[in-house]
Structures are given as C-alpha cells and as structure tokens.
C-alpha cells in the first residue's frame, strides 16, 4: 500500500529507524498544545505510528476529549539539521494483540523492551501529513539502534 510517508525519500524513513527520542503534540480540550517527548515506531506500509503509553496519561484523556476521528496529533524528531514531523488522527489502542505488537516494535527501534505495564496502551496514528527534511549529514552525536 502507498501511504504519505512511503512518498519521500529513502532516507526519510531509514531517519524514522534510526535511535532518536521524539515529542508528541496532542491538543488538550481548550485547544492548547500539550507536547512530552515520548518513543515513536512507524509502520511504513500501513500507515500509521505508535506511541506505547499509560492509559491514565495527559496524552491519552487529550484523545479521548476529542469527538471520534478527530484527534488530531503530530510526533517529530530531530538530529542537528535533520527533522521530520508525521501528522495525523490519533485512536487510543487497548487490545492486547496491539499492545504487543507496539511493544515488540518499541524493542526493535531502541534497543530495549520495556518492563510489562498493565496501564499499557497504543496511541495509534493514522498518517495524513509527512514533511522534513532528512538529506542532510547525520549528526556526530547520533546513536543509530542495532
């Protein structure tokens, strides 16, 4: 399936492989931006990002405010010149299939497995928007996972 982040460069989403910590922005009922840093793993060919979180988390009640099919978010990360932000519509994820699946993929892009959490959820974003701006060198300080 062709989807928005599959439209850029190569090296757009080696950049959404490699370590990097990333921010999520959610917007809280009155309208203002709430943005944490958080883990984000992209799934390429369905279009989609993961967030694996607590349900009792800020982000989360941000989501369920919002009417259904209108949360609208976006994750970015940044290394020195390199950035690319992902915008989309946000549902929050609870099944246990999902959940793993976020987790496993969490494992894979940095290099650790996080601790079983029974709060655990999956913000799940559905890709509208890709932009960035990644063909540029790497930064010295950029810790790529094995």
């Given at each position: 399936m062709r989807t928005e982040i599959n439209r850029q460069?190569?090296?757009y989403l080696e950049f959404w492989n490699e370590y990097h910590l990333c921010t999520l922005t959610t917007l809280r009922p009155d309208g203002r931006p709430h943005v944490v840093p958080v883990g984000v793993t992209v799934d390429a060919d369905a279009?989609?990002?993961?967030?694996?979180?607590?349900?009792?988390?800020?982000?989360?009640?941000?989501?369920q405010a919002a009417l259904p099919g209108q949360a609208r978010?976006?994750?970015c990360q940044v290394d020195g010149g390199r950035w690319a932000t992902l915008e989309g519509t946000a549902e929050v994820r609870t099944h246990p299939a999902a959940v793993n699946d976020a987790v496993v993929r969490y494992g894979k892009r940095y290099g650790r497995t996080p601790a079983?959490?029974?709060?655990?959820?999956v913000i799940e974003i559905t890709i509208d928007r890709a932009m960035g701006h990644v063909d540029v060198p790497k930064?010295?300080?950029?810790?790529?996972?094995?």
């Open positions: 460069s190569d090296g279009g989609t990002a993961l967030v694996i979180t607590r349900k009792s988390s800020k982000k989360v009640a941000n989501l978010v976006a994750v079983p959490d029974p709060e655990r959820v930064s010295k300080t950029t810790n790529a996972a094995a």
